[in-house]
Every structure is written in structure tokens, then in C-alpha cells.
Nanobody
Framework: QVQLVESGGGLVQPGGSLRLSCAAS????????MGWYRQAPGKQREMVAT???????NYANSVKGRFTISRDNANNTLYLQMNSLKPEDTAVYYC?????????WGQGTQVTVSS
């Protein structure tokens, strides 16, 4: 099993930036996919961005060109750089691991975009 802990959320004005981090409790080897998901009040949880161990990335259409997902395997950490933030980006953001050995979710971190 792997524990995931998110950090970096907060309150930011429209057009601002935040960087979210997700720290894993152990090294992840072999093929796997890590990603960021978000859930706004009254809505389904949705995929924001994913990155595989091979480097392939996938983004929701709503964040393309604004968000960048990356991973630092040496530090067992996943990142989401969020630029040009919009009020509709407001949600709880969750880190996810999809791995043949285990799957895991973080506890979530709140991102609020407001004037």
C-alpha cells in the first residue's frame, strides 16, 4: 500500500497560480499512472490530469494550456502547476495512484479561486 498526502492548496485570485504537491510514502516502480482529480460541491469527481511512468500525460479539456502535471521520482512526489486560475477551478483536489500493486487516494486539498 502507498499513502498519498497532498499540499499546496489555498485561496488565490482569478488569474493567479498555485502549485499542488502529492508526496508518496514509498517508491513506485514498474508501470503506473498518477493523477490529479477534483470535486466541486454538488458535482462528480473528475479527472484533471494524469502522467504515466513512461511520461505520457493527459489533461481535461478545461485545463489544457493552463495546468502542467509532473513527477519527481527521486522524491516520490507528484506536482500540479496551476496557472491562469479561474473561479470554476474551485474544488477539492485529490492525488491518485493507479498501480498493479495497489491503488490509493490522498485526503484532498482545497483550492479556492475568488476575488
Amino acid at each position: 500500500q502507498v499513502q498519498l498526502v497532498e499540499s499546496g492548496g489555498g485561496l488565490v485570485q482569478p488569474g493567479g497560480s498555485l502549485r499542488l504537491s502529492c508526496a508518496a510514502s514509498r517508491s513506485i516502480f514498474g508501470f503506473n499512472v498518477m493523477g490529479w482529480y477534483r470535486q466541486a460541491p454538488g458535482k462528480q469527481r473528475e479527472m484533471v490530469a494524469t502522467v504515466s511512468s513512461l511520461g505520457s500525460t493527459n489533461y481535461a479539456n478545461s485545463v489544457k494550456g493552463r495546468f502542467t502535471i509532473s513527477r519527481d521520482n527521486a522524491n516520490n512526489t507528484l506536482y500540479l502547476q496551476m496557472n491562469s486560475l479561474k473561479p470554476e477551478d474551485t474544488a477539492v483536489y485529490y492525488c491518485n495512484l493507479d498501480w498493479y500493486r495497489a491503488s490509493s487516494w490522498g485526503q484532498g486539498t482545497q483550492v479556492t479561486v475568488s476575488s
